[in-house]
């Protein structure tokens, strides 16, 4: 046999193997370069907001666990009729989606509400556990596809008060710059109990999360997700989305509750190189051009049950108001009092980290269309033509500082 | 004083206990030496202790380890585990009847299996009828799996976690073997029960063959009916080394159920080539396999669940040192290194057109001792690089572990 060390004269060599494993396992053990680093804070979307206490860490802990690593099977209450197993399907290290996760909204045209309901709306579910047919669109529907958004600082656009919201709106467009926001007033289910400051309007509440604004706080989206999404019927949802029949929950109140905590204490994005000339630049073209008018740089939140999110300036670039966005983005589908042609500003906060979400390259606008940064700017129209065409009128230089600076929130 | 004197007890009927051991009566059984042996042999290959003249013999393995574990940066801290506490019982029945089983307690008690529990019949060597509790032989390493033959504590990724190692199943086959100088054939078919439907439809968000066996019930009735088909072929050279064939497959849904039919048969098919060699001069043994998967979804099923799968993983061991150490006649310290690869999901996306990814590549350097061929303590190095479904930028994980595994 070929051995490195034969047997002779080397009587100490079991002493000195020894040793050298000894120092090897030492080595090893406290080697930490043989470990992988923790990621960079700004180089991840996930992780909590700094500044919790212990319980809301416990609480952001179970809820990071039901919404990455629960996956659903038939036995636990998945579908019969579902878009994605878990909550981490659609969003992967709690980013963006692809389009692989995208949903399908169908069968509203105006404010008049959905009329095809009775025929698997609002939601597709284009998938089935086994021995089930999965939906396909109802002829006549108009419809929508929907990329998941990013769930990183929602806590913070939840906090948002609505007063300051309805500030930013000029539906009217009182000020004649083009710019129209205004919210999305929809009816609110009854397990939702608005927060204090609410302001109401004909009995509907200002929608903030969702593509059209359809969800008014993070409890909501996160029932609607479970039940239209995976199939799952809590106490607030209990109507199953294939039987249409109230069934018995599939999850626990306290699991959705902890889900909301999770998703109410992720931390904001946290952006690159803020100070860097380029970025710097890129971000007054972006003001200039008037981008900022609904991608608002800052908003603030008001007051919050979560300490760490409470009173708290943060810089989302959205003002989670409605906007039209012209004919290209118009699919004829919408939600609550929307116009079909009017999108609720999606914040920017996040977007240079989408492509590792993506799966290493960009879906972006609502349905995940544009497949570059620079595509997304020249779809826009209606409130944004203006500032579509002063993008398209850059030089070469501006427009990459521009890029840059978006590439680094 | 209660303790002393239940010491004093304990220490006096041990000490009288062992004055009366007789050397005759635990012995190594003899072996046949003049066999060429298989991986399709593992089952027998493995040291037992017969009792008197009793025609049962025991044996079985130990394995436990520590691990510091840390991925992306984050670990859980140290942590010891008793991975496996395994008993084999065999018995000659008579000259050409023979009984084996292996009970394997996993994890403390937390799974609790019989992985063969088979009684083999030789008609001629090129004919062997085998019946019970069998392990399918796909691959190699579903059959030839104990602890104490291996210089990592983990088992191969793509053995466990894409084909179900360990793999047993009630049923019947045949078996055989033909010498021919240097050269082996050998054979092995079996009919079992089979798969289900949890492969497409379980918590690891994956076509996962494993999920199976988390039914009981398989050991009792087939999940719908249609045996699942297990053959190898294998050729051995003495010189050479060994090469593998082997064919796994068969329905794995509830296609009809009180007679009335709720879907097509889907098939799942697994196909594997093992081989293991010695390189001459170096004494580099190098052992590995690959598989591929290939499973008939509906249509319109969520690509989360991979239609097909392919993975293994290849060793490479190295002795370093062979000489008397710390009083063991038969040391060997080896340096070795497994190279692994899985893919859980070979296909693109229906929407992109894009890789579907959902797969790992890992590298485990290793140090093993064997102070006897029985008894190998080893340390191991860890480093995975997983992509999720959509091929984000990969989990990175990294693990210590120091263990030991050794027959008894």
Known sequence: ?409 | MKNFLIATTIFLITSKAKAQIDPELLRNPQTKTDSVRMNMDAVYSRPFMQLGKLPVALGGYIEANYQYLNENGVSEGHQFQMRRLTFFVSSTISKRIKFLTEIEFEDGTKEINIEFASVDLEIVPLLNLRGGVVMNPIGAFNQNHDGPKWEFVDRPIAATQMLPATWSNVGFGIYGKKYNKNWVYGYELYLTNGFDDKIISNSENRTFLPATKMNRDRFEESFNGIPLFTGKVAIKNRKIGELGISYMGGVYNKFRDEGITLDKKRKLNVFAVDFNSTLPRLNTVITGEWAWVNVDMPDNYTEQFGRKQQGGFVDFVQPVVKRPMFGFEQAVLNAALRVEYVDWNKGTFKSTGGNIADDLFSLVPAISWRPTPQTVFRINYRYNWQHDLLGNPPSHLAAFQVGFSTYF
């Not at chain 1, 051009?289 to 800052?298: A, I, S």
Request: proline share 7%.
């Open chain 1, 1 to 409: 046999m070929y051995v490195l060390f034969e047997q002779g004269n080397m009587e100490k060599i079991p002493i000195r193997i020894a040793c050298v494993l000894l120092v090897l396992i030492t080595g090893i053990a406290a080697c930490d370069k043989l470990m992988p680093g923790v990621p960079a804070d700004d180089s991840i979307l996930d992780g909590p907001v700094e500044g919790l206490s212990p319980e809301q860490s416990a609480q952001f802990i179970r809820g990071d666990f039901a919404f990455n690593d629960e996956i659903f099977t038939p036995e636990t209450g998945l579908g019969p009729l579902f878009v994605a197993t878990s909550c981490g399907t659609c969003h992967a290290g709690d980013g963006k989606g692809h389009p692989f996760t995208t949903l399908t909204r169908f069968g509203q045209k105006d404010s008049t509400g959905n009329q095809f309901l009775g025929h698997g709306g609002p939601q597709l579910q284009q998938r089935a556990i086994i021995n089930y047919q999965p939906e396909s669109l109802p002829e006549g529907a108009t419809f929508s596809r929907f990329t998941p958004p990013a769930n990183t600082g929602l806590g913070f656009l939840n906090a948002v008060s609505d007063a300051d919201l309805l500030a930013l709106a000029d539906p009217d467009d009182a000020d004649g710059d083009g710019i129209s926001g205004r919210p999305n007033w929809i009816h609110v289910p009854a397990y939702i109990q608005p927060k204090p400051g609410s302001i109401t309007r004909a009995n509907k509440y200002i929608g903030r999360f969702g593509k059209k604004a359809a969800a008014h706080d993070l409890l909501h989206q996160t029932v609607l997700a479970y039940n239209q999404d995976i199939g799952i019927c809590s106490s607030y949802e209990p109507y199953d989305t294939y039987h249409h029949q109230e069934i018995d929950p599939e999850i626990s109140n306290q699991t959705v509750l902890d889900v909301v905590a999770y998703l109410a204490m992720l931390k904001a994005p946290i952006q690159r190189d803020p100070q860097h000339p380029e970025v710097q630049a890129g971000k007054k073209i972006f003001i200039d051009l008037g981008c900022g008018k609904c991608h608002t740089p800052e908003l603030k939140t008001g007051t919050s049950p979560i300490a760490a999110l409470s009173q708290k300036t943060f810089a989302p670039y959205s003002d989670l108001l409605m906007h039209d966005m012209g004919p290209d983005l118009d699919d004829g589908y919408t939600e609550g009092s929307a116009a079909t042609a009017e999108w609720r500003t999606p914040p920017l906060w996040g977007l240079g980290l989408s492509k590792k979400a993506q799966g290493g390259q960009y879906f972006l606008l609502h349905d995940g269309r544009a497949q570059s940064i620079e595509t997304a700017i020249t779809a826009h129209g209606g409130e944004a033509a203006a500032s579509r065409s002063a993008f398209i009128a850059l030089d070469a230089t501006s427009k990459a500082r521009l890029l840059k600076f978006l590439e680094s929130l």
